[in-house]
């Protein structure tokens, strides 16, 4: 081990006994008593000094023994404590890719600030390279969702979609102009590949056929699949049977989205743990019979043409969200989008979340055991008609 106090926190003094590492309320720890030799050694936490060595220095500089390696404990509980050579095998291998790294540094600087074990955030950078994750729909919003996930690390980024671009589709990030005509999918999948600071892992050809994976090609499973039609609707009500293959594979799923000027995050669909599309058809009907009704009229009649509501900030601010959730569920947390959509209305932008219960009738399974009698309180559309 090489400890390295992290980088990312900045470093301040309360006064000659009490430093304060970070700066915001989320991330930031104040460490104290610390004597003046104790404030000096701390300088010696780079990166470049195994524990040993360190020692050695501590016994030039006058501290006792064993005084560094309760000092190292007492920082790495406090989550203070990075190690310079952590995170195995892997990790090694992409330090040594000096122009992928200094791609990736600030991913990394990122995930040091939100893991506690010395070298995690190596290791989960690591991790994401050899992760698999779809995205269906490449328009503003996951075109961008795409081009994101590929530039934070994510290996292997496929994007689904039909049709060719239209002159509405093009969005900082993600399809560009010189694209327009071109088909959807074809054009995203160059843009992940242009942002991509390293190329996905060679297939293993050797590996069976699992959920939704290529045997032939020998890719990994899903780790993750995006849903981000270019129809808002989809997202704000999403067809269940859009997703069959996703629930009977188990496969996680989120939605993101723009419908006449709103933004929507979420749910992240986890199958039979969290509230899933059916749940919520189910769960709406149930405090609206004519829902149904109103989704059949909303989802017929319009013409190819027609343009819908989707600024290109929103688009990306849902983008950017959206890309933010997926990337905390493959580091191995549950954003707050599990079970939950976030909701942002232009030209407020007040972001809210409403939650997604699972329902008892649903058949994913979530709401067994009672757990789906609950349904969240939903504001209905204001009626200026009625006397």
Known sequence: MHPLLKPALRRGWHDLNTVQFGVTPAHAVVLGPVDTATGSFLTLLDGTRGVPLLR?????????????DALLDRLADAGLLDDATGGGPGADTLRR?????????????????????????????????????QVRGAGRV????????????????????????????????????????ERREVSARRVVRAVAPLRPPRPDR?????????????????????????????????????????????????????VEATGVVGPLVLPGGTGCAHCL???RTDRDPTWPRLLAQWGSGRTARQVQAC????????????????????????????GARWEASAPG?????????PHSECPCGAGEGGNGQETPVEEEPHDTMAG
Do not use: N
């Open 281 to 283: 058809l189910l769960g």
């Open 142 to 181: 996951g075109a961008v969702i795409a081009s994101v996930l590929a530039a934070a690390g994510v290996g292997h980024v496929d994007v689904r979609d039909g049709g060719c671009v239209a002159p509405w589709d093009v969005a900082p990030g993600g399809q560009p102009t010189e694209a327009v005509g």
């Open 206 to 258: 050797r590996r069976s056929a699992s959920r939704l994976t290529d045997p032939e090609q020998g890719e990994p499973a899903l780790s993750l699949v995006i849903v981000a039609p270019r129809d808002g609707l989809a997202v704000r009500s999403p067809d269940p049977s859009a997703v069959e293959d996703l629930m009977a594979a188990g496969i996680p799923h989120l939605y993101a989205g723009v």
């Open 311 to 338: 600024d290109v900030a929103l688009a990306t601010a849902v983008a950017g969200l959206a890309a933010a959730h997926a990337l905390a569920f493959l580091d191995g947390e549950l954003p707050s989008s599990t």
């Open 56 to 68: 050695d220095e501590a016994r030039r500089m006058g501290l006792p023994d064993g005084h560094v």
């Open 97 to 133: 890719r000096t122009e992928v790294m200094d791609r990736l540094r600030p991913d990394h600087a990122a995930l040091t600030v939100t893991t506690s074990e010395p070298g995690e955030g190596m290791k989960r950078l690591t991790a994401r390279h050899a992760m698999r994750v």
């Open 349 to 357: 932008l007040d972001w809210h979340a409403r939650p997604v219960w």
